[in-house]
């Protein structure tokens, strides 16, 4: 969600003079998973295409955990009853 949070901030601020956009940069941890945070930019302006396109990336890639935690779950249930 922070990907998408920074990239509608981004596109929300377009029009506004002197506005650096920021980014996300995301890194692996050491026992496993990631975490991301937010770092200014260094040129002025938003590029709406990529704005865009990081949306609809941080949508799709939601998307896709959540389908994995429901597939989780249904196997976990199927384990479950199996075992009963």
Excluded: H
Excluded at 55 to 67: D, G, P
């Amino acid at each position: 969600m922070v990907r998408l949070d920074v990239a509608a901030n981004n596109v929300a601020n377009a029009t506004t003079d002197a506005f650096t956009p920021s980014s996300v940069v995301t890194s692996t941890l050491p026992g496993g998973g990631v975490t991301s945070r937010v770092v200014p930019g260094d040129v002025e302006g938003v590029d709406l295409a990529t704005e865009m396109v990081g949306m609809m990336v941080a949508s799709a890639t939601f998307a896709a955990n959540a389908k994995m935690l429901a597939t989780s779950f249904q196997v976990d249930r199927k384990t479950l009853d199996l075992l009963a």
